[in-house]
């Protein structure tokens, strides 16, 4: 045991003088830098383009991807629209909302809901961290992330016609470090070198905030799709300072849409004694009206939710009819608005301002378009919210920003962010002894010394611990470390220093050093389960060779596309100029097109390759021979009108002569 001697002899790094210093400096970086909102129900990825940041739109022309992966039985990944077209008939194997457990151990309080009401399995890692399986093969949700950042890279080098390699990623701002480190893990997976780990609140303000030029207090208020997030930013001459943050990390549209849910399971069980939640497709199909219900309640007050034989028993099917109307469904969410309403009052008393000193609120996150939702909001800051920002675009336009400013593009825009959460170390007693106070801005870096707890002490052990209450027990366990080799002392002789190093990303690095022998140890946190770096590697090879595997789906798709294309074109001419084609040469072509037949017919085993030289030699042979039957047609053309001139000028003559 370690217990605390006295105060802090470090300090902290990030000022606002220190920091305004950097401003026109950047790491360098070659290429373009995405920003990625890695949201729980969509992603959206964004780049600048000169002085503006462009939203992308994905292969579906959609500006917005579900972060929804599925894995079917052929053994084909799914990613976005695509995988939550088939969830009704695969829902055990599509995965959805798995942001939710990204950084959390299986035996959270909060795991453990989810797995009451996902049709998909959530299982305990060997490292006790909560995982998903799909088609019998387990998955870290870090692995689950990547998919979706690899979507969200393809669709950024589909627009920008080259590769990228760079990326700022986003994270709700009341992610602990353990959150965060599973964000870049997830970021390696997928292939992206992700230079920045920036909270979605500040990502919002920026896209808000990069055009003005007066000076004000914002708050954001950030309600997606699984995270709830407030943060109270100053904007000051390009200077974007948070205040404060607070939130709920499992808090969002997910729970407002399983709460839905749950009251439509119990309406059909009183009307038809049926429990749906006995019936995957069933209970699929019901999740997806009440998402849409939900969100058409935001600008309608009734909606009709129905759908046909749901389920069947032995009386034949039945079917889901019935109205829900705005005001039930706020009366069923209201404690999960209530819930959003202490975290705001909260995050003003820590920037220590008043709702009068906010001039503007902005709105953030799907759920912030519930008309409930925005009069909770008028209710606690005392004003209307703002509206002056997409709230599905703002953090992945912010994020953008960011990626501008390391880039070297944007030169007049500096980001001072803050730890969400305080850390510490548990000394004597099992108390929490914090080093960095929640709202420190970062980076920062702060020490303490401590001292042995016994006589003779030889080693001590540093527990490091994330959270606000009293006792180090009841926060978040980041990790732990040993320092050992202390000369055996009277308890309270040996000095130990303890160093708190958090850099810009969020990320904490701790380290202790024994002042009298010099010697030292420290360690990058993981999570207390975390990805090891065998694992990390492991999984980008496999992501890897899952784009490989994709790329050669996809080339065999645009082959046989190609190669029927090209067949029904020939099979057309060769019926429009029959009379025009030699009889052998017809033949041979005729034979040529079976063959082709034969190998889409075969296409599953066929490389694109082989596919690929038939098809092309099709072609050239078809072209070949439709050259020469336009040479004769234009041949006989000419002849018929040389015919035609000289029999026209012949009956001239003879009129003549008459």
């Known amino acids: 045991m370690i217990s605390a001697m006295r105060s802090v002899v470090g300090r902290g790094l990030a000022s606002r003088q ?135 890279k393809e669709t950024a080098e589909s627009y920008l016609g080259t590769t990228v390699n760079n990326a700022v990623v986003t994270v709700p701002a009341y992610f602990n470090d353990s959150q965060r480190q599973a964000t870049k893990d997830a970021g390696q997976i997928s292939g992206l070198n992700v230079l920045r780990v920036i909270n979605e609140p500040t990502a919002a303000a920026l896209a808000y905030g990069l055009d003005k030029t007066e000076d004000k207090i914002i708050a954001v208020y950030d309600l997606g799709g699984g995270t709830f997030d407030v943060s109270v930013l100053e904007i000051q001459k390009g200077v974007f300072e948070v205040k404060s943050t607070n939130g709920d990390t499992f808090l969002g549209g997910e729970d407002f849409d399983n709460t839905l849910v749950h009251h439509l399971v119990g309406e059909f069980k009183k009307e038809q004694g049926i429990d749906l939640t006995k019936d995957p497709m069933a209970m699929q199909r019901l999740r997806e009206a009440a998402e849409k219900a939900k969100c058409e309640l935001s600008s309608t007050t009734q909606t009709d939710i129905n759908l046909p034989y749901l389920t069947m028993d032995a009386s034949g099917p039945k079917h889901m009819n019935l109205k829900l109307t705005r005001a039930k469904f706020e009366q069923l969410v209201g404690d999960l608005i209530k819930r959003t309403v202490q975290p705001c009052t909260k995050a003003m008393h820590d920037a220590e301002v008043k709702p009068s000193e906010i001039a503007e609120v902005l709105l953030v996150g799907g759920m912030s378009r519930m008309p409930k939702v925005q009069q909770t909001v008028k209710e606690v800051f005392g004003k209307m919210p703002s509206k002056a920002v997409n709230p599905d675009e703002a953090v992945a336009i912010g994020a953008a920003i960011q990626g501008g400013v390391l880039a070297g593009d944007v030169t007049d825009v500096l980001l001072l962010d803050v730890t969400p959460l305080s850390l510490g170390i548990e000394t004597l007693g099992g108390v929490m002894t914090k080093l960095i106070t929640r709202n420190t801005t970062i980076p920062t870096k702060k020490s303490q ?114 190669a029927e294309g090209i067949i029904h074109d020939t099979d057309t001419k060769m019926t429009e100029y029959a009379d025009q084609l030699p009889k052998d040469e017809s033949e041979a072509l005729r034979k040529k097109m079976e063959e082709v037949r034969t190998l889409l017919a075969n296409k599953d085993n066929e490389k694109p390759a082989t596919i690929k030289e038939a098809v092309g030699a099709l072609q050239q042979q078809s072209l070949k021979l439709f050259e020469a039957a336009y040479k004769k047609m234009a041949a006989q053309n000419a002849g018929g009108n040389t015919q035609e001139a000289q029999t026209a000028e012949e009956q001239k003559n003879d009129q003549s002569k008459n």
């Open 18 to 152: 220190v920091l305004t210093s950097l401003r026109h400096k950047s790491d360098a970086v070659r290429g373009a830098v995405i920003g990625i909102d890695l949201g729980t129900t969509n992603s959206c990825v964004a780049v600048m383009e000169g002085k503006q940041a462009k939203v992308i739109e994905n292969a579906e022309g959609v500006r917005t991807t579900p972060s929804v992966v599925a894995f079917t039985k052929e053994g084909e990944r799914l990613v976005g629209a695509p995988a939550r077209r088939q969830a009704v008939t695969n829902s055990q194997n599509t995965l959805y909302a798995t942001k939710r457990l990204i950084g959390r151990r299986f035996d959270d309080p909060e795991v453990q809901k989810d797995v009451k009401v996902v049709p998909f399995k959530i299982v305990k890692a060997s490292n006790g961290d909560a995982w998903v399986e799909a088609q019998g093969k387990m998955y870290s949700p870090s692995q689950i992330g990547a998919f979706t950042l690899m979507k969200m």
């Open 449 to 562: 010394v401590f001292s042995t707890a016994a006589d003779g002490q030889t080693q001590v052990e540093i527990k490091v611990h994330q959270g606000e209450r009293e006792m180090a027990r009841d926060n978040k366990l980041l990790g732990q470390f040993s320092l050992v080799g202390i000369p055996p002392a009277p308890r309270g002789v040996p000095q130990v220093e303890v160093t708190f190093d958090i850099d810009a990303n969020g990320i904490v690095n701790v380290s202790a050093r024994d002042r009298g022998t010099g010697k030292e140890q420290q360690i990058v946190i993981q999570s207390s389960g975390g990805l090891s770096k065998d694992q990390i590697e492991n999984m980008i090879r496999e992501a890897e060779k899952h784009a490989a595997e994709d790329a050669e789906k996809r080339e065999l798709v645009d082959v046989i596309n190609q």
